[in-house]
Nanobody
């Protein structure tokens, strides 16, 4: 099983980034994919979740209206469009795919700084 994130980087406050996550090697198709983030010295928090059949989404309050999670139904993939970024959004962003277990990627760094 592999979960791979891409698209991190550095952006100025007010800017945008899109993160991508692809998953492969599953014998059972995951039912949801998630984006988490972890800021330095803080616990990992769930940012956004999407179910892969219905596309039902859930967001952390801190990102509602700014972040959008989408999926690609043709493959096991999820994307996180992040707009109006601010320094509090800085951290390592992790993708996970859920079956009866949760499988994690290695994470990508997002830095919001002027």
């Amino acid at each position: 099983v592999q979960v791979v994130e891409s698209g991190g980087g550095m952006v100025q406050p007010g800017g945008s980034l899109t993160l991508s996550c692809t998953a492969s090697g599953f014998s059972v198709r995951p039912y949801a994919m998630n984006w988490y983030r972890q800021a330095p010295g803080q616990e990992r928090e769930l940012v956004a979740k999407i179910t892969l059949i219905r596309g039902t989404t859930t967001y952390a309050e801190s990102v509602k209206g700014r972040f959008t999670i989408t999926k690609d139904s043709r493959k096991i993939a999820a994307y996180l469009q992040m707009n109006e970024l601010n320094p509090a959004d800085t951290g390592v962003y992790y993708c996970s795919a859920e079956t009866s277990n949760e499988y994690w990627g290695r994470g990508v760094q997002v830095t919001v700084s002027s």
